[in-house]
Structure formats: structure tokens, C-alpha cells
């Protein structure tokens, strides 16, 4: 690394300093790696040695990392990289999000769940603000882990009585029918990133406890036909997979302090050729009514390995040429 020029960040807690670091300054090290600077943590301040352009995105990861441990909220390595990819674009503040208390997801006896984008802080904050939710976009960009946590911390703290969450019995090429036991049992690995969210948010006993006592529900979307959904928050995960019937039954089943966040990515359904997804179909009638929010994700949202990104990146762009082509 060139040497350049050398800018001191001062902290006020000397012990927050050194748990920003991370175990054996691994911390400093991706943030070293990533922009090419070098630092040092003497003390309550963090001295950051490099060129004007890579100082100052080092010092806006160096500054979150702090504010977030400081409000007492988690920051583990992967919030790391997030905080440094969001920098390193050259997008800054525009493309990862703040720590802004209405965007965190609080969880009783835990960690609050902190969101690592500027587009999961979106999704956090049309939850809170919008009867129905739809998020958007590409896979591994956090939809489903947001919208399952949040309607769990609202489950714990009381604002609701029941968390629903259902997914439409479509195989991403794979045949249920072949698969041994009852349809419950057939489709419940499908389900898997759902109790996935809900053990991390609520933890694996109580999930069995309050699905015992009919507080938690996962099941197939077909499930929801013919009931009114009241005083619940009620998940709809994978929608591009729903056909527009699908998707016009679950969203009216609607009753009084009740909410929906409805998940999916439009460009992967797994519908037969030629049927319409009813996610499209109600992204493109929906817009603009009030209460109704809309989040797009995009790749720069991927929370996964660096990688998947690119990948999703590479076929975004593939999808493009296609087009262009035809």
C-alpha cells in the first residue's frame, strides 16, 4: 500500500473501539483489504493511513461499526462487508443503510435485527407504515428473513395474536408427488427458510410452543382459502410462483389488524409456461393505491457470499441481451 496522508477518528468508549476491531483485527483487516489503507486502533481512536478517497470510505465503515455497537445492536462480519460493499460502489450513504431506530426489528431477550442495506431498511420501514408489503427481487437479498422476523417480533411483543406464513405448492423442478408422507410433510422443506427465521428470531422452543397453541401457522397458500386472516401478520413467500386466482384469493382474505408482507422474485417462476404469475399480475394493478407499498431489491441487496451477487448480476444482464435480441 502507498502511504498517504493520515486522518484520526476519536471515540468516546475505548472498549466499544476495541470491539469494533473484531477478534484479532479482523475487522480492521477486511476494511484494510478492501481500500487499500492501513489502520491502527491506539487507545479510544482509530487512525486510518491511505489516499483522500479510500480514508474516507474506511472512516464511514470505521463510523458505522461504532454508532451500531453503540445503540447496542449486532455487527458481525457479514454486517462488515456489507457496510464495506455499500462504500466501496461509490454509492456511500445512497446504497447501505444507517443505523435509524425505526428500521430496526427489536427482538425481546436478543439482538435487535438491524438491516444491512438502504433497501432491507426500506422494506423494515413499509412494514411498520403499510398494511400490505411487497418486496421484490432477487434471492438472497434478505425478503424472506425480514418479513418472517418482523412479523415474529410482532408476535412476541403482543401486536398480533398469530403469524401466518404460506407458500404456494409449486416444485422449482422437482416432482412433490414423488416425496413420501402427506402434503404437509411434502412441502414442509420448502417451508425450511421460514422456521429458519422464526427459531432465530423467537428461538426453537417457543416456535413449537406457540405453534401447539395455534399462535404460529406455515403452511401451503392453498391453506388460506376461505378464511378471513384478522389480528395476524400474514407472510406470502415465493408469490411469483401463485397464479393471479392464488394471488387475488390470499390478498382478500384481509380482516381487521392484520398485515401482509408478500415476497418473491417476478423473473423465477415456476408456473407452466404461458400462465401468468399472480405476483406480476398484482404489482401491476396495486401501485398506487394507499396502505399498498412497494420494495424492489436488486443485486446490490444480496446479503449471501460476495459472489452470489455477481452471479445474479451476470444473469441480469444475459436476461437483457436476450430481450435485446428478440
Known sequence: ???????????????????????????????????????????????????????ARAAGVVKEIYERLDNGWPCTRADVEALILGHASGLGEANFAKSNISQVIPVPRRKPIVPKTKHQGDFINAMRDNTITFG???????????????????????????????????????????????????????????????????????????????????????????????????????????TVAQMKMALTRLGE??????????????????????????LSILGGIDDISMIEFDANDVVRHPLVGKIVKAYDQDNKNSDAKN
Open 1 to 55: 500500500m502507498a502511504r498517504g496522508k493520515t486522518e484520526t477518528l476519536e471515540f468516546a468508549n475505548v472498549d466499544l473501539v476495541r470491539e469494533l476491531t473484531g477478534p484479532g483485527h479482523a475487522n480492521l483487516a477486511l476494511i484494510e483489504q478492501a481500500f487499500d489503507v492501513y489502520l491502527e486502533a491506539p487507545g479510544s481512536s482509530v487512525v486510518i493511513n491511505g489516499n483522500a478517497k479510500a480514508r
Open 136 to 242: 421484490v427481487g432477487p434471492a438472497g437479498t434478505g425478503k424472506t428473513f425480514l418479513a418472517t422476523a418482523y412479523g415474529a417480533s410482532l408476535l412476541a411483543r403482543g401486536e398480533v395474536g398469530k403469524f401466518i406464513a404460506c407458500r404456494p405448492a409449486v416444485e422449482a423442478g422437482e416432482k412433490l408427488g414423488f416425496l413420501p408422507g402427506d402434503l404437509m410433510e411434502k412441502i414442509d422443506p420448502y417451508l425450511q427458510p421460514i422456521y429458519d427465521a422464526l427459531i432465530m428470531v423467537l428461538g426453537g422452543d417457543e416456535v413449537e410452543r406457540r405453534k401447539a397453541a395455534g399462535e404460529i401457522e406455515v403452511a401451503p397458500l392453498a391453506f388460506m382459502r376461505g378464511r378471513t386472516l384478522s389480528n395476524a401478520f400474514v407472510v406470502i413467500d415465493e408469490a411469483q410462483n401463485a
Open 257 to 282: 389488524d392484520a398485515a401482509y408482507a408478500v415476497t418473491g422474485d417476478p423473473s423465477q417462476s415456476d408456473l407452466p409456461r404461458g400462465q401468468k404469475s399472480g405476483l406480476s399480475h398484482a
